[in-house]
């Protein structure tokens, strides 16, 4: 195994982890279209912060050669000589809500190019069941020439990667494995037990590999839409649901979900993917499509509950100073992908008030690029606000007086649970 090559196709929260975890065993090649992404890794940098600068450089080798470590390539000529090709694609929906298998297909293509007898294609990336045997599959064969379990071979391995997490870093989790066939699964399996510490799984079936991976997204988005309509019922009654929350979790078995934004790359986006499939294939998916309505109105509930705040209040709203704590899309992570607190920011814009957005974590120019909004890395000194919003529970929020910060009758609003004060 030790002779085998191997490359990760999409360089960014999914495959930087996965290639420098497997450069420390084999020879390896990160390959990105993106070239000052690749540029940046070339150095030890990287902008997710998945991968801190020390780790990525004992693993980087200055050129190609047969010994274990990683070069990061948009040559493809650099990979023309792996045998493993492990495919880290986003899977994203459109405007409609529709899976996007674009990514897939463009990442498909390049490697068919390369496609070399006995060589295994193994996606990583979340689709729905039948995605890679029934469309990447076709893909790589048309452009190869070769023949699917005859002259090739496809894996699937689902994705854990916890964006920000450093607890449970990818050799932490246990890995989904399997195989085009019995013995593929095997090779496969092997592949992934050999730097996965935490041990692997390996499933009957690609398929079923598959299934596995979009119903855990599809799960805790469920119970969070659960919570987050909890959220709306007891707010009617004027009990605060963070302290239900915690008197139901003394017991044993109450599963532990908070209400909030639900956006991100994975919860608010694969339950789309199992629910498109279920349609195909003649169901209507009941609880996975109400589950993303209540959490898809969650970003304007807000913002309403926020308005009525201010006109109780006495504000002007329009013209009503606020300032928005954090933007990405979770804690302590830069990743500003489909974040739903640019919903909420949207609309109180739509009434006039004036947004100070704050965030040590995220990218002024990428979240201007994605979404044409300003943000300040750092807190802005003596300014006062009408209204702080925290929306995102950075630990850089967690000692700061805010209150401080607050003209008089002003007022904090916290979406997460974070503060406990009085002003809150």
Not at 387 to 415: A, C, R, T
Request: hydrophobic share 40%; with cysteine.
């Amino acid at each position: 195994m030790n002779k085998d090559k191997i490359a990760v196709i999409g360089l960014g929260y999914v495959g930087l982890p996965l290639a420098r975890l497997f450069a420390t065993k084999f020879n390896v090649v990160g390959f990105d279209i993106n070239q000052s992404r690749i540029e940046a890794l070339s150095k030890g940098i990287d902008t997710t912060l998945e991968v801190e600068e020390e780790v990525l450089k004992s693993v980087l080798k200055p050129s190609q050669n047969d010994q274990n470590g990683l070069i990061c390539s948009s040559n493809l000529d650099d990979i023309k000589d792996c045998n493993y090709y492990i495919i880290t694609v986003p899977t994203p929906i459109d405007k409609n809500n529709r899976p996007d298998l674009t990514p897939l297909y463009r990442s498909s293509k390049t490697v068919a190019k390369v496609l070399k007898k006995g060589d295994i294609v193994i996606y990583e990336s979340t689709v729905y069941p039948g995605v890679t045997e029934d469309e990447c599959v076709p893909v790589l064969e048309k452009i190869s020439g070769l023949k699917f379990n005859q002259d090739f071979f496809a894996g699937y391995s689902p994705e854990r990667i916890n964006p920000g997490d450093k607890l449970h870093t990818v050799d932490k989790i246990l890995k989904v494995t399997a195989g085009s066939t019995p013995e593929i699964g095997k090779k496969v399996d092997a592949l992934y037990a050999s730097i996965i510490t935490a041990g692997t799984h390996l499933a009957p079936t690609i398929k079923v590999a598959e299934a596995a991976k979009v119903i855990e997204n599809s799960q805790r988005d469920i119970n969070i839409a659960f919570v987050n309509e909890l959220l709306k019922i007891f707010d009617l009654m004027c009990i605060d649901i963070h302290d239900v929350l915690k008197a139901a979790g003394t017991k044993w078995n109450f599963l532990d979900f908070k209400p909030g934004l639900v956006g991100g790359h994975c919860i608010g986006v694969d339950p789309y993917y199992l629910a498109q499939k279920a349609q195909e294939v003649g169901y209507h998916p009941e609880i996975i499509l109400a589950g993303r309505r209540v959490n898809d109105s969650m970003p304007k509930y807000f913002a309403s509950e926020i308005i009525k705040l201010m006109i109780q209040s006495d504000f002007r709203v329009k013209n009503t100073k606020i300032l928005i704590l954090g933007i990405t899309f979770k804690e302590n992570c830069p990743d500003v992908r489909n974040t739903k607190a640019v919903e909420v920011i949207r609309e109180l814009e739509s009434y006039g008030s004036k947004l100070t957005v704050y965030d040590p974590w995220a990218n002024p120019k990428e979240v201007l690029n994605l979404y044409n909004l300003v943000t300040q890395k750092n807190l802005p000194a003596n300014n006062t606000f009408d209204v702080i919003i925290l929306m995102v529970k950075h630990n850089e929020f967690m000692n700061h007086n805010f209150s401080s910060m607050l003209n008089s009758e002003g007022f904090i609003y916290d979406l997460k649970g974070f503060f406990k004060n009085k002003e809150v």
